[in-house]
C-alpha cells in the first residue's frame, strides 16, 4: 500500500525567500508522484509530476521537485516566494493499475509580505 | 484547454435525501474517479471506473454510493441517503496516461 506524509501542515515564507514544502512516500513498487495546488475555494490544479526519466521535474509557475528514491522524498521547491503563491499544497502518489491517487494532508503556504 | 467540469457547485440537503453530483470528464478520457475532501482534511480516493464498470472503490464507498456513465459524456455519483458525515467538498476526475485531471469541486453540505 502506498502512503504520503507531508510534513508541516503550515508553512510561512517571506515574500522572496525559498519556498520547500516537503513529501515523503511509501510504495512498495515504482511511484508516480505529483504536487498539486489549490487555491481557496477552487479545485485541484496539478503543478508537477513524476512518473520515469529525470528526476528534476520542473512544473509551472517556477516550480520544481526532485524525487530522491534512496530518501523516498519528492520535495517542491521555489527559489523565490510570491504572494500569489499562497494556497494549499498536495502531494500524491499512484503506481500502474487502477492509478488511484493517495494525498498528503496537505501544506497551507502563507507569504508574508 | 479541455476541463472537467462539475455541477453543482454547491448542494444543500437534508439528511436522508438522495444527491447526484455530475460531472462531465475531459472528452477523449476513459479513466474516471471521485475523491472527497471533508473540511480541513486531505483529499480521500472513493472509486475509480472504467469501461462502465467500477476497477478499485475504498471503504468509505459503501451501499449508500453508487457511480454511473449514463451517457457518453457525464459521469455520476450519487448518494442515497445522506448523512451528516457526507458533508464534504467532492472531486471527479478523469485521466489521461498517468496524470488526472481534476474538476472545480461541488460542495456538499448535509443539514
Known amino acids: 500500500a502506498q502512503s504520503v506524509t507531508q510534513l508541516g501542515s503550515h508553512v510561512s515564507v517571506s515574500e522572496g525567500a525559498l519556498v520547500l514544502l516537503r513529501c515523503n512516500y511509501s510504495?512498495?513498487?515504482?511511484?508516480?508522484l505529483f504536487w498539486y495546488v489549490q487555491y481557496p475555494n477552487q479545485g485541484l490544479q496539478l503543478l508537477l509530476k513524476?512518473?520515469?526519466?529525470?528526476?528534476l521535474v520542473k512544473g509551472i509557475n517556477g516550480f520544481e521537485a526532485e524525487f530522491k528514491k534512496s530518501e523516498t522524498s519528492f520535495h517542491l521547491t521555489k527559489p523565490s516566494a510570491h504572494m500569489s503563491d499562497a494556497a494549499e499544497y498536495f502531494c500524491?502518489?499512484?503506481?500502474?493499475?487502477?492509478?488511484?491517487?493517495?494525498f498528503g494532508t496537505g501544506t497551507r503556504l502563507k507569504v508574508l509580505a | 484547454e479541455p476541463e472537467v467540469t462539475q455541477t453543482p457547485s454547491h448542494q444543500v440537503t437534508q439528511m436522508g435525501q438522495e444527491v447526484i453530483l455530475r460531472c462531465v470528464p475531459i472528452?477523449?478520457?476513459?479513466?474516471f474517479y471521485w475523491y472527497r475532501q471533508i473540511l480541513g482534511q486531505k483529499v480521500e480516493f472513493l472509486v475509480s471506473?472504467?469501461?462502465?464498470?467500477?476497477?478499485?472503490k475504498s471503504e468509505i464507498f459503501d451501499d449508500q454510493f453508487s457511480v454511473e456513465r449514463p451517457d457518453g459524456s457525464n459521469f455520476t455519483l450519487k448518494i442515497r441517503s445522506t448523512k451528516l458525515e457526507d458533508s464534504a467538498m467532492y472531486f471527479c476526475?478523469?485521466?489521461?496516461?498517468?496524470?488526472?485531471?481534476f474538476g472545480p469541486g461541488t460542495r456538499l453540505t448535509v443539514l
Open positions: 476526475a478523469s485521466r489521461a496516461a498517468d496524470t488526472q485531471y
Open positions: 510504495s512498495s513498487v515504482p511511484p508516480y
Open positions: 513524476y512518473t520515469t526519466g529525470a528526476t
Open positions: 500524491a502518489v499512484s503506481t500502474s493499475g487502477t492509478y488511484k491517487y493517495i
Open positions: 472528452s477523449n478520457h476513459l479513466y
Open positions: 471506473f472504467y469501461n462502465n464498470e467500477i476497477s478499485e
